[in-house]
């Protein structure tokens, strides 16, 4: 998850108090708690808001899950003649 650069204070802050209590607690914690803790990235690294996705990475990721759903669909067999009827329905759309 990436964070707003100006969160990270306040996620590290809370981050720290929520580890001393599972410390403290005694909870049985299997793993590094330290792996909790965000990470902030390189001071050169320029932050990307992933709210604003550009046009164009929408459209790779959309054509390419396209692609596959048709890959995968074209693999299956058609027990029900469903791409018949289909090729009919479109046919009958087209020339009327």
């Known amino acids: 998850m990436r964070l707003r650069p100006?969160?990270?204070d306040w996620v590290e802050e809370v981050t720290e108090r929520s580890l001393e209590w599972v410390v403290a607690s005694g909870?049985?914690?299997i793993g590094?708690?330290?792996e909790l803790r965000p990470r902030r990235p390189e001071p050169d690294e320029v932050w990307v808001n992933?709210?604003?996705?550009?046009?164009g990475q929408v459209l790779r990721a959309a054509v390419?899950?396209?692609s596959s759903m048709t890959a995968e669909a074209a693999r299956r067999p058609d027990p029900e003649?469903?791409?018949?009827?289909a090729r009919r329905e479109m046919h009958r759309r087209m020339t009327h």
């Open 32 to 34: 590094d708690l330290d």
């Open 81 to 85: 003649g469903m791409v018949k009827r």
């Open 64 to 66: 390419a899950a396209l």
């Open 6 to 8: 100006q969160d990270y």
């Open 50 to 55: 992933p709210d604003r996705v550009r046009k």
């Open 27 to 29: 909870i049985d914690v």
